[in-house]
């Protein structure tokens, strides 16, 4: 459904505006505010949006409406979200762009936000109601744009563990960009900026779905017969890496959302533990139901490569085991993961600010692990 209601006579306190309310972190975002009585700042009206209609996976319970419109184009975004801009309190900047040239990123990244608050505060000349705007970022701050192959061996990092007040790179990130365009509203508008680590949630429409790229990766192993083999190097294979789930990033965001105190500040958002890939590879194969196979530097192996020619078998399976349809290369992120997986330092960040702030969210990432392949399955999104 693509809806846009006239503004109510008494518009409700809290009033959520979703961009990105099918990916991983928006899906938990909606789910928290609508379905969680106990919610800082409720009772919460969520307006969901997204490019594309919702999935079949998708709750309707999360949202009050679901608006679809391209956030790249100013006039589709006026067009969706004029008759409800009055009413917004709280945007949750939950999405991004991704190309492989980071100087795009901060174009197409920039004009989403901007054509966005165009619409909800500048075209409401001081009649705006918006409050508060949280972005989901990450540590590519700390990193550089990593994704990038024309900075592949330029990029100097920070130390791990990554903590909020390290200086900005000096490499172009859109991040940066972003963060400087809500800067700019402030004080009439407060932002939050949460840096998240690996997500794992469950939506079928995440660009970085790491967890539903291994689960596609055991899946069509155990089909075919394959080795589940590690496709990373033996640096991260034994030392720490961390992920946020998507659950505790929306608990940080609503927190921050609705805190004084947190305003105008940047958080680190991670689960709060840490794990080896190697202690988190013995739990997949015991899900997937693979024979665990040891890290053999030795063996030269590109998962990339393989998993570019496993299109139709990823057909098969969803045929085989009725599975919401859906493309492999479209569901999961093996190159994205794959140069995570080739990490030479420890993904780590620190939680100190955090909890400093007044925030304790935490989940244990194994049991969390667990949990969100229950619920991909539950989805029908893997078998």
């Not at 009585?37 to 919460?44: E, L, V």
């Not at 083999?229 to 640096?235: A, D, L, S, V, W």
């Not at 078998?313 to 997986?341: P, Q, R, S």
């Amino acid at each position: 459904m693509d809806m846009q209601d006239q503004n109510p006579k008494h518009p409700s306190s809290s009033v959520a505006l979703i961009i990105g309310v099918t990916g991983m972190a928006g899906l938990s975002l909606a789910e928290a505010l609508k379905n969680n009585p106990t919610i800082p700042g409720g009772p919460w009206k969520v307006y969901g949006t997204a490019r594309r209609p919702p999935p079949s996976w998708f709750p309707t319970s999360h949202v009050d409406h679901y608006i679809t419109f391209d956030a790249l184009d100013s006039t589709d975004t006026s067009h969706k979200l004029s008759s409800i801009s009055q009413e917004v309190t709280h945007l949750f900047w939950v999405m991004f762009q991704r190309l492989k040239s980071e100087v795009i990123n901060i174009s197409n990244n920039s004009t989403m936000f901007k054509n966005v608050m165009s619409v909800v505060v500048d075209s409401n000349k001081g009649c705006s109601r918006l409050r508060h705007v949280t972005l989901l970022m990450g540590t590519k701050h700390y990193m550089g744009p990593v994704f990038d192959p024309s900075l592949v061996g330029q990029l100097i990092g920070h130390d791990p563990p990554f903590k909020e007040d390290s200086l900005r790179l000096p490499f172009p990130n859109f991040y940066y960009a972003v963060e400087d365009i809500a800067a700019s509203y402030s004080p009439a508008v407060t932002y939050s900026v949460h840096r998240s680590s690996i997500i794992i949630g469950a939506s079928s429409r995440s660009l970085n779905n790491s967890l539903l790229t291994l689960a596609v990766y055991a899946t069509i192993c155990k089909h075919q017969g394959l080795p589940f083999r590690y496709f990373g190097n033996k640096y991260t294979w034994e030392h720490f890496c961390d992920m946020s789930d998507s659950r505790v990033l929306a608990a940080q965001q609503i927190w921050a959302a609705t805190t004084d105190k947190s305003k105008n500040q940047a958080f680190n958002c991670t689960n709060g533990d840490v794990f080896t890939w190697k202690s988190l590879w013995k739990l997949l194969s015991e899900i997937f139901d693979v024979e665990f196979v040891p890290f053999d530097e030795k063996e030269k192996f590109d998962a990339v490569e393989m998993m570019k020619e496993k299109g139709e078998i990823w057909d098969e399976i969803g045929e085989k085991h009725g599975l919401y349809k859906t493309k492999m290369e479209e569901i999961t992120c093996f190159e994205a993961l794959n140069t995570v997986l080739h990490l030479q330092f420890q993904h780590v960040s620190s939680m100190n600010k955090s909890r400093e702030f007044g925030f304790f969210g935490f989940v244990d990432t194994m049991k969390s692990i667990r949990t969100w392949v229950k619920k991909l399955r539950e989805m029908k999104i893997i078998p």
